[in-house]
């Protein structure tokens, strides 16, 4: 059994499976997924997991190059933006339109789905490689 880390099943498999470039997108309880997306739930009720949570068990997972999150979010969800410019001061960060960001996501690997009840809080991250 692992002692540390992400315990998660299907959450531990799809990092796992993550080459540089790759890129998976962490939602709200509020985004429409599309329907022909993997999809690792781990919205348990409305707010729980936070967004905060989830996406600072990943950054200890694995390497992250870049975040792309909805322009928005710095309206509706100060608090998670300020996180993010805080916590990631060597990452890559591009604020675009949350329509852009719905449109980028499509390409993702996996969507995980947290139980945030915030609208604009959706970050696509992109991998990026260790030495």
Known sequence: MKRTGILHKELGACLAGIGHYDQLTLVSCLYGIPKEATVIDLALVRGMPKMKAVLEAIHNEIHIEKLTIASEMKIHHEELYR???????????????NDSLKQTAALSKCFIRTGENVIFSNIIIQAGYSV
């Open 83 to 97: 996180y993010i410019d805080e916590i990631f001061t060597d990452t890559s960060i591009e604020a675009v339109p």
